[in-house]
T-cell receptor, first 116, second 109 residues
Framework: NAGVTQTPKFRILKIGQSMTLQCTQDMNHNYMYWYRQDPGMGLKLIYYSVGAGITDKGEVPNGYNVSRSTTEDFPLRLELAAPSQTSVYFC???????????????FGPGTRLTVL | RKEVEQDPGPFNVPEGATVAFNCTYSNSASQSFFWYRQDCRKEPKLLMSVYSSGNEDGRFTAQLNRASQYISLLIRDSKLSDSATYLCVVNGGYSTLTFGKGTMLLVSP
């Protein structure tokens, strides 16, 4: 059972380039999330999804896009990379509690992105 | 008031010590509470859920005080391997969790 996997683990981009961060979970979770974490700071929610075909903005969505065509995959797209997007990106997934509310979140190992 | 507030620390303790962290949250409607652990440059991992009646897992005890809107984590007999950042987590809505910025613990020999 792999849990949540993310690729790539590391990436260096030049300003203005684009890339897609991949995230896959094999726990059949409906909820999936993208966070970023800057050095010495807390997690900030970028986008989340409550199921295939449904996405919503988090706290810091500008400069990013997401899609959720399957339950398993939740890619994060960076368009026109900027130095301010240098960060560690974590994908997470969660099942639901008895009333359908969010339960424990499980995180992938992260993607370390540097924009130069 | 910030949604989830924690003392950033660091808390420096010797091996074998008992240490306690507190966390306050602003959303009185929150129903789910967790403590996560994050090692340097690693992903957060669930340490334990926090239940209304309080719960214990080995050397770790979590307490919830809904009236005062705070959560605590007690670590007994600290080990070197307990050195990490501890994140207080509260459900921010039906579908999202709100993470505190974390409390750093450093356990020394």
């Amino acid at each position: 059972n792999a849990g949540v996997t993310q690729t790539p683990k590391f990436r260096i981009l030049k300003i203005g380039q684009s890339m897609t961060l991949q995230c896959t979970q094999d726990m059949n979770h409906n909820y999936m999330y993208w966070y970023r974490q800057d050095p010495g700071m807390g997690l900030k929610l970028i986008y989340y999804s409550v199921g295939a075909g449904i996405t919503d903005k988090g706290e810091v969505p500008n400069g990013y896009n997401v899609s959720r065509s399957t339950t398993e995959d939740f890619p994060l797209r960076l368009e026109l990379a900027a130095p301010s997007q240098t960060s560690v990106y974590f994908c997470a997934s969660s099942g639901a509690g008895l009333a359908g509310e969010i339960d424990t979140q499980y995180f992938g190992p992260g993607t370390r992105l540097t924009v130069l | 008031r910030k949604e989830v507030e924690q003392d950033p620390g660091p808390f420096n303790v010797p091996e074998g010590a008992t240490v306690a962290f507190n966390c306050t949250y602003s959303n009185s409607a929150s129903q789910s509470f967790f403590w996560y652990r994050q090692d340097c440059r690693k992903e957060p991992k669930l340490l334990m859920s926090v239940y209304s009646s309080g719960n214990e897992d080995g050397r770790f005890t979590a307490q919830l005080n809904r009236a005062s809107q705070y959560i605590s984590l007690l670590i007994r007999d600290s080990k070197l391997s307990d050195s990490a950042t501890y994140l207080c987590v509260v459900n921010g809505g039906y579908s999202t969790l709100t993470f505190g910025k974390g409390t750093m613990l450093l356990v020394s020999p």
